[in-house]
C-alpha cells in the first residue's frame, strides 16, 4: 500500500511548481478549489493552500483545500474522487474503477489517503487532529473505511477480495489495522481502535 510524502514536502512540492503558473491559476478568498472533469485544473490559495484535480473524462476530480493545506485528486477511468482538506492538512484520493468512489478528508493537521481501484468498491478515509492518519484502499470490489479521530491516531484499512469489508476506526493516539485476507492489529494506546472485516475483528 502506497505511503503519503510528508505533509510540508507535498506542499513545498506543488507551490514551488505553482509559482511560475499565471495569474488565473491562483485562487480567490483565501483557499484552494479544483474541479476536473477532462484536464487538470490546479490552484494556489492565498492562504497557502495547493489543490490539484486531474481527471481523464471518466468521472469528476474534486480537490478543495483551506488553511495552508494540500490535496489531491485522480480520476482514471473511474468513479468521482473527492478530496478536502482544511487546518494544515492534506488528502489525497483516486479512483481507478467504475463504480468505485474514493473520498478522503483531512482537518486539523491530519493526513487522509483513498485509493479505490475495482469495480463495485469503495474507499473512504478521514483524519483529524496533529499527526493522526487514515488510510483506505480497495483493489477489487469491496469497500474500505479507515477513521482516525484525536491526535496521533491511525487507521489503515485494505481489501483485495471482491465483496470484502474492511472498517477501521481510531481515537486519541490508537493504532489499528484491517485487512480482508490477514489477522487485524488493534492497540489503543490512550485511546481506542477497532476493526471490524471479513478478515477478522478486534477491538
Avoid at 143 to 163: E, I, L, Q
Wanted: with cysteine.
Amino acid at each position: 500500500m502506497r505511503r503519503l510524502l510528508p505533509i510540508t514536502l507535498l506542499g513545498f512540492t506543488l507551490a514551488a511548481a505553482l509559482s511560475i503558473a499565471p495569474a488565473s491559476a491562483l485562487a480567490a478568498g483565501g483557499g484552494a478549489s479544483c474541479v476536473s472533469t477532462g484536464s487538470v485544473d490546479a490552484k494556489v490559495g492565498t492562504d497557502g493552500s495547493t489543490c490539484d484535480a486531474d481527471s481523464d473524462g471518466s468521472a469528476k476530480a474534486t480537490a478543495n483545500s483551506k488553511g495552508d493545506s494540500t490535496t489531491f485528486a485522480t480520476v482514471t477511468h473511474g468513479d468521482k474522487a473527492t478530496a478536502v482538506a482544511t487546518d494544515k492538512s492534506f488528502a489525497d484520493a483516486e479512483s481507478e474503477g467504475a463504480p468505485c468512489p474514493a473520498k478522503a478528508t483531512a482537518k486539523h493537521n491530519g493526513e487522509s489517503e483513498a485509493f479505490c481501484f475495482g469495480n463495485g468498491g469503495s474507499a473512504t478515509a478521514s483524519a483529524s487532529k496533529l499527526d493522526s492518519f487514515a488510510s483506505a484502499e480497495s483493489d477489487a470490489g469491496c469497500k474500505t473505511v479507515a477513521k482516525a479521530t484525536g491526535t496521533k491516531s491511525s487507521s489503515n484499512a485494505t481489501c483485495s477480495t471482491p465483496g470484502g469489508v474492511v472498517t477501521v476506526t481510531t481515537t486519541n493516539g490508537g493504532f489499528a489495522e484491517g485487512s480482508d485476507t490477514d489477522p487485524p492489529d488493534c492497540v489503543p494506546g490512550p485511546g481506542t481502535a477497532k476493526v471490524r472485516s471479513t478478515g477478522g475483528n478486534c477491538g
